[in-house]
């Protein structure tokens, strides 16, 4: 058994959204503010920590609509109304959270309760939890007695004869300031059973949750008690802190365990301690406990004879007065209770022989890695508390960990890159599944499933993971799926349809490049190493807003830049490819020349944008026709050489077809290169400026040259000259650029909230 995927609509940025769960890890991916931080906040919120809501946990679209049924309450006596007798004006608004299981042949007596009807043969089984009023009655008379008891205030304020009535703002202003108020005493999580027939695909991004019927009344009891197990590591309150639905706790409520002997010291006392119901293995350890308390005992009253002699004098203890007398009470887990309770041994070379002989505190170690031993150690107490290890498995009847062991453990991990630098990084997700699952019980036990959701801003992280198991959460501005931002998911085990030759060489391709694609707001591709050190000089330089913004660049050659189309449509990602003409003719690379028929050999023109072959259309395609545009928001544009005016001097300018970025940059900065010292390509186009007189004869030296040069090492003498910072942005890049530029500020303006605009935590 095991989450085949859950719904969430009406919290906070999630309006309605599918995120599918992998069958073992799943990875939360998404640029700032894309929603996944609201899906992570809606599994705990939901499963095991239902009195955290919150007022702001509304999705913003909504907090209209919950003021108009305040405005519409306040009318009913008015207008001679009945008062409300359910609470369906409300459904639309509240926050929901659809659970979908995939129960295997021999799971039913698991999910009994949740089954739907008696013709249910297996499969798909739902259970809808819900935040909603507890009895709509009692919310409509504490609503009216409330704004009631504000106007009858307002009439006590002192108005001044012929001046506008004064009033002052007292509680409630309205429905939504009143339920912020009363949240916790009107409203509550209820559950209900879902129909698996009734399920809805999802249409562009977004979820479309089933109606309840309705007569649809909610479940007395939990639907998850005995089915499900929680455990989290979350970014804000420490990894070390263990958060579950169960009675017992492993930790205190408000306290961040991050040292690795505290949860050493939890650990122990919850599997480990021999005191706590003692097993045959146990009695040699509490033997020699008892032994060691004697012995001690014996030399701390002979100790403190002479001390105790001494207090007598002063009168103490009298006849009646009861004896000093020290004992010891010896636990071995106050061996852990220090800060070099845990230490890291550091092997010394003492002449030929290797030697441990020191030891440090574990606060001396590195900060990455000992918080890596401390999550890897976390994830270890989640498993084995979920499988009642040692001491935890012989509990008193009746609590948390009496009950049989449920069939499924969720473990959330919450931007695990807030504990670890970036090597690291790499290794606990490699490792995270591995150690939740290492247990032989587990492995002889297929009907145990264990699940592991991860929300990540790292690009190490997302690089170490299957496209698969990655699920985009992308923004939608306001206008596109409602009148404020709200967000889609994206599953992208999806993407490349079966094309497992695009999907392999773009899942090296990432893997290699560690770019962050999966969380910038747009993508630069580039041809080649030169573009690739020049153009974030062009940025910098000359587009100071897009500079600021957080685009990733990709070096990856107009031939296999269009690998990347269907991630990169999928994603809906904001892109630019800056990429070469590359003319030829019968095959060959060729010098660009009009009316001759040449065709480009670059598979990005051809077969993504504008899908041209001919260097003439190419040559002549406006701006629109370099456009892919497939919403509001998402957009590819592509950049390469086209015709520029070209003098030697300046009355004899004329017309030249550059081919590539490096002879693009020399057309466009003829001083520059004139007089510029080097070796190689900077030599070469060097002396064709010089020697050359025509354009013709000048793109033609250019274009031998280029054959055999080295084009790293000559960016490298470029950004090496004295007149670097003058150098001039090719055309065909700068109108690029100034495009992708343009697109980010109108992203920006619709993403963005205003200064006057109502707003709230829905990140």
């Known amino acids: ?15 309605s959204v599918r995120v599918d769960l992998a069958k073992e890890t799943t990875l939360l991916v998404g640029a700032n503010n894309s929603g996944k931080t609201s899906a992570m906040l809606a599994m705990r919120h939901f499963l095991f920590d239902q009195g955290a809501f919150c007022i702001n946990d509304f999705t913003l679209c909504h907090w209209e609509t919950i003021n108009e049924i305040g405005t519409s309450w306040q009318l009913l006596p008015e207008n001679g109304g009945v008062q409300p007798t359910d609470s369906s004006e409300w459904t639309s608004v509240l926050p929901t959270l659809d659970l979908w299981f995939n129960i295997e042949e021999g799971e039913i007596h698991y999910v009994s309760k949740l089954i739907p009807t008696l013709d249910w043969e297996g499969g798909l089984l739902g259970v809808r939890l819900r935040l909603e009023p507890k009895n709509i009655e009692e919310l409509y008379k ?31 202003e309205n429905m939504l300031d009143f ?50 197990r929680i455990h989290e590591i979350n970014a804000q309150r420490g990894f070390g802190q263990v958060t579950e639905n169960t ?33 045959q293995e146990d009695l040699e350890a509490l033997q020699a406990i008892e032994s060691a308390e004697g012995a001690f005992d014996k030399r701390l009253e002979a100790s403190f004879l002479k001390a105790f002699a001494e207090v007598q004098g002063i009168g103490y203890p009298g006849v009646t007065d009861p004896k000093l007398k020290v004992s010891t009470r010896l636990r071995p887990i106050d061996g852990l209770d220090h800060d070099s309770a845990v230490t890291y041994e550091i092997d010394v070379v003492m002449g030929s022989t290797k030697t441990p002989v ?11 890695y000992q918080n890596l031993v401390s999550m890897i150690f976390a994830l270890m107490s989640f498993r084995d508390a979920w499988m009642r290890v040692g001491k935890a498995g012989k509990t008193k009847p009746g609590t948390a960990d009496d009950r049989p062991i449920e069939p499924l453990h969720l473990v959330l991990v919450e931007e695990p890159e807030a504990h670890l630098h970036a090597q690291v990084q790499q290794v606990f997700i490699k490792k995270a599944y591995e150690i939740l699952t290492d247990m032989e019980e587990l492995r002889a036990n297929p009907q145990l499933s264990t699940q592991l959701m991860v929300s990540t801003h790292s690009s190490h992280v997302a690089h170490e993971t299957a496209f698969s198991c990655l699920r985009y959460f992308r923004r939608l501005p306001a206008g596109m799926a409602s009148n404020v931002p709200v967000s889609s998911v994206l599953n992208l085990s999806q993407v490349f349809g079966g094309n497992d030759e695009t999907e392999r060489f773009t899942t090296r391709y990432l893997r290699a490049n560690h770019c962050d694609l999966f969380f910038a707001d747009a993508a630069i591709l580039v041809e080649g190493p030169a573009e690739r050190m020049l153009v974030p000089h062009f940025i910098r330089e000359n587009f100071k807003f897009l500079n600021q913004c957080y685009v990733t660049l990709l070096e990856i050659g107009g031939s296999h830049a269009h690998r990347l189309q269907p991630l990169i449509e999928h994603l809906g990602l904001l892109t630019l490819v800056i990429t070469d003409l590359d003319a030829g003719s ?55 050489q086209c015709a520029i005016q070209f003098a030697l001097e300046p009355t004899k300018a004329e017309e030249a077809l550059p081919s590539t ?21 900077v030599k070469k186009f060097s002396d064709a400026l010089q020697n050359k007189k025509t354009a013709i004869d000048i793109g033609k030296a250019l274009f031998d040259a280029l054959k055999n040069g080295k084009k790293a090492e000559f960016a490298l003498d470029v950004i090496d000259a004295k007149e670097f910072a003058t150098l001039k942005t090719p055309a065909y890049i700068a109108e690029g650029l100034a495009w992708l530029e343009d697109q980010l500020r109108k992203k920006q303006a619709e993403i963005i909230p205003t200064a006057n605009s109502t707003g709230g935590p829905n990140a």
């Not at 693009?664 to 190689?680: H, K, M, P, R, W």
């Open 247 to 279: 009675e017992q706790s492993d930790a205190p409520a408000n306290r961040s365990d991050r040292r690795l002997s505290d949860q050493l010291r939890r650990y122990y006392v919850r599997h480990l301690d021999p005191f706590d119901k003692p097993v």
């Open 358 to 368: 020191l030891r440090l505190p574990e606060g001396y170690n590195g900060l990455g």
């Open 586 to 640: 019968g095959g060959s690379a060729a010098q660009p020349t009009r009316g001759s028929a040449q065709t480009s050999s670059n598979p990005t023109l051809k077969q993504w944008i504008p899908q041209l072959e001919l260097v003439d259309a190419l040559l002549a395609a406006n701006d629109d026709a370099k456009i892919d545009r497939q919403d509001q928001l998402a957009a590819v544009r592509v950049a390469y």
């Open 179 to 228: 339920v912020q108020r009363r949240l916790k005493r009107h409203f509550s999580v209820h559950a209900y059973l879902l129909d698996p027939t009734k399920i809805q695909d999802v249409l562009k991004g977004q979820a479309r949750l089933q109606a309840l019927s309705e007569n649809a009344q909610p479940l007395e009891d939990d639907p998850l008690s005995g089915l499900i």
């Open 142 to 172: 504490d609503y009216l007695v409330s704004v009631g008891e504000a106007a009858a205030i307002q009439t006590l304020v002192p108005q001044e004869e012929g001046k506008p009535t004064k009033t002052i703002k007292l509680w409630p």
């Open 1 to 15: 058994m095991r989450i085949q995927f859950v719904e969430i609509a009406n919290f906070r940025k999630l309006l």
């Open 661 to 681: 970025f490096e002879d693009a940059l020399v057309f466009e900065n003829v001083q520059f290169f004139s007089g510029l010292d080097g070796t190689g390509l």
